[in-house]
């Protein structure tokens, strides 16, 4: 299990100096049904920035469906990217961008390189660190220790509050450990994974289900709270 620490819909690695996060969904807004703008690009921005100040990493690797839109990206669309993009380099952070299945216009508005899945490196114990990022849609090509991906947007609903989680399965595909990342995006509905079994999961990586545990990150406390795997939580709920 590599050292990691979460944070705002986030995952730090410090081993590698690398902060992960996932479906930002850049855009999304402009797909929402309403008459006011919702304040996705300010948010975003914000977010990230506290992020990189609290973290201070080396790279940020965005893990897919950075874009919300299949068809388009509109001029508010590039600048929001940007913003994120800015807000990085301005602290001499690489932004390093995975391909989703959302992402079939992000190289119209991103010159830099795409990745399908992204090894973090750096060393763990005097071992190399073989943590891979991926979206999750598909399987990966690469093997390693540590899966860490999005895609599904895992909510957790505990004493009738609904909030975002981190699923954690330990050796659970391919013999490597599973980090799902909720959606970066605020605006993203997110699905209640209460009553989920293997297969209501979107990722072809969640081979277990009941051996997933949540993570939640209480941003009221900034506390870090491990829930037993799902097989045991959900029959306590």
Same mark, same amino acid.
């Given at each position: 299990?590599?050292?990691?620490?979460?944070?705002?819909?986030?995952?730090?690695?410090?081993?590698?100096?690398?902060?992960?996060?996932?479906?930002?969904?850049?855009?999304?807004?402009?797909?929402?049904?309403?008459?006011?703008?919702?304040?996705?690009?300010?948010?975003?921005?914000?977010?990230?920035?506290?992020?990189?100040?609290?973290?201070?990493?080396?790279?940020?690797?965005?893990?897919?469906?950075?874009?919300?839109?299949?068809?388009?990206?509109?001029?508010?669309?590039?600048?929001?990217?940007?913003?994120?993009?800015?807000?990085?380099? =301005?602290?001499?952070? *690489? &932004?390093?961008?995975?391909? #989703?299945?959302?992402?079939?216009?992000?190289?119209? @508005?991103?010159?830099? !390189?795409?990745?399908?899945?992204?090894?973090?490196?750096?060393?763990?114990?005097?071992?190399?660190?073989?943590?891979?990022?991926?979206?999750?849609?598909?399987?990966?090509?690469?093997?390693?220790?540590?899966?860490?991906?999005?895609?599904?947007?895992?909510?957790?609903?505990? =004493?009738?509050?609904? *909030? &975002?989680?981190?699923?954690? #399965?330990?050796?659970?595909?391919?013999?490597?450990? @599973?980090?799902?990342? !909720?959606?970066?995006?605020?605006?993203?509905?997110?699905?209640?994974?209460?009553?989920?079994?293997?297969?209501?999961?979107?990722?072809?990586?969640?081979?277990?289900?009941?051996?997933?545990?949540?993570?939640?990150?209480?941003?009221?406390?900034?506390?870090?709270?491990?829930?037993?795997?799902?097989?045991?939580?959900?029959?306590?709920?």
């Amino acid at each position: 299990m590599p050292e990691f620490v979460v944070g705002d819909r986030a995952v730090f690695f410090p081993a590698s100096e690398a902060l992960v996060v996932a479906d930002p969904h850049v855009g999304r807004d402009e797909a929402s049904e309403v008459a006011f703008p919702l304040g996705e690009r300010a948010d975003l921005r914000d977010r990230l920035v506290a992020l990189l100040d609290r973290f201070s990493p080396a790279k940020v690797v965005f893990a897919g469906d950075v874009l919300h839109s299949f068809s388009r990206a509109s001029a508010a669309t590039a600048e929001s990217l940007g913003d994120l993009v800015d807000a990085c380099r =301005e602290r001499g952070v *690489r &932004p390093i961008l995975v391909v #989703g299945n959302h992402d079939t216009m992000l190289a119209s @508005v991103w010159d830099g !390189p795409l990745y399908d899945e992204y090894r973090l490196g750096g060393r763990q114990g005097g071992e190399c660190d073989e943590t891979l990022v991926c979206h999750g849609h598909e399987e990966p090509d690469g093997d390693a220790d540590c899966y860490v991906v999005g895609h599904d947007h895992p909510t957790i609903s505990i =004493e009738g509050q609904r *909030r &975002p989680c981190f699923l954690y #399965g330990p050796g659970s595909y391919r013999g490597g450990d @599973v980090l799902m990342l !909720p959606a970066f995006s605020r605006l993203a509905p997110g699905v209640e994974i209460n009553r989920m079994r293997t297969s209501d999961f979107q990722s072809p990586l969640v081979t277990d289900a009941d051996a997933l545990r949540p993570v939640v990150f209480d941003e009221s406390s900034g506390e870090t709270l491990w829930f037993p795997p799902l097989g045991t939580f959900r029959r306590l709920l």
